[in-house]
C-alpha cells in the first residue's frame, strides 16, 4: 500500500514568519511530487512541483526534496493570514502521463496576525 | 488562464438514483482523472482515462460507476445506483503529457440523501 504522511497540524504561526511543512511516502519509485493548497470546501490548488533531488523556490515558497529518505517538504516565507489552508502532500509514483496521485491528509496552517 | 470546468458545483440525489457529474478539461490536456474527497478525508483517486480508454481504476470505482468522453470536450462520471456514502466533493483534474501536473476543477458536491 503506497502511503503520503502528513502531520495534520494545526500548525500556527505568526504573520511574517516561516511556515514549515512536511511529508513522507512509502514508494521508492515515485518520480514527481505536489503540493496542492485547499481552502476550506474549495478544490486542491496547485502551488508547487518538483521531481529532483534539492531545492526548487518559485516566490514566498521552496520546495524540497531528498528521494533518499523519502521526504519532502515546503517552506512558505513572509507568511500571510491569506495563507491559511491545510496543505496537500501529493505523489506520483510513476512515470507514464496518466499516473495517480496519492495524497496526504493534509497539513492545517493557520497564520495569525 | 484554461482550467477544468465542473458542472453542476451540487447535486442532491435520493439513495439509489442515478447521477451524472460534468467535466471539461483545459483544451489541449490529454489524460483525465476523478477523485472524491469525504468530509474531512483524503483526496481518493478514482480513475484515470486515456485515449479513451480507462487507463486505472482504484478499487473504489466498482461496477456502480463509469466514466465517458462522450465528444471532444466533455468527460462525464456515471455513479448508476448512489449510496449514502458516495456523498462526497468530486474532483475532475487533467493534465497534459509532458509535465503530468494535474490541474483540478472546483468540485461537485454530491448529496445522497
Known amino acids: 500500500q503506497k502511503e503520503v504522511e502528513q502531520n495534520s497540524g494545526p500548525l500556527s504561526v505568526p504573520e511574517g514568519a516561516i511556515a514549515s511543512l512536511n511529508c513522507t511516502y512509502s514508494d521508492r519509485g515515485s518520480q514527481s511530487f505536489f503540493w496542492y493548497r485547499q481552502y476550506s470546501g474549495k478544490s486542491p490548488e496547485l502551488i508547487m512541483f518538483?521531481?529532483?533531488?534539492g531545492d526548487k523556490e518559485d516566490g514566498r515558497f521552496t520546495a524540497q526534496l531528498n528521494k533518499a529518505s523519502q521526504y519532502v517538504s515546503l517552506l512558505i516565507r513572509d507568511s500571510q493570514p491569506s495563507d491559511s489552508a491545510t496543505y496537500l502532500c501529493a505523489v506520483n509514483t510513476g512515470s507514464g502521463g496518466y499516473n495517480k496521485l496519492i495524497f496526504g491528509a493534509g497539513t492545517r496552517l493557520a497564520v495569525h496576525p | 488562464e484554461p482550467e477544468v470546468t465542473q458542472t453542476p458545483s451540487h447535486q442532491v440525489t435520493q439513495m439509489g438514483q442515478e447521477v451524472i457529474l460534468r467535466c471539461v478539461p483545459i483544451?489541449?490536456?490529454?489524460?483525465f482523472y476523478w477523485y472524491r474527497q469525504i468530509l474531512g478525508q483524503k483526496v481518493e483517486f478514482l480513475v484515470s482515462?486515456?485515449?479513451?480508454?480507462?487507463?486505472?481504476k482504484s478499487e473504489i470505482f466498482d461496477d456502480q460507476f463509469s466514466v465517458e468522453r462522450p465528444d471532444g470536450s466533455n468527460f462525464t462520471l456515471k455513479i448508476r445506483s448512489t449510496k449514502l456514502e458516495d456523498s462526497a466533493m468530486y474532483f475532475c483534474?487533467?493534465?497534459?503529457?509532458?509535465?503530468?501536473?494535474?490541474?483540478f476543477g472546483a468540485g461537485t458536491r454530491l448529496s445522497v440523501l
Open positions: 518538483i521531481y529532483s533531488n
Open positions: 483534474a487533467s493534465s497534459d503529457k509532458a509535465k503530468n501536473i494535474q490541474y
Open positions: 482515462f486515456y485515449n479513451n480508454e480507462i487507463s486505472e
Open positions: 483544451s489541449n490536456h490529454l489524460y
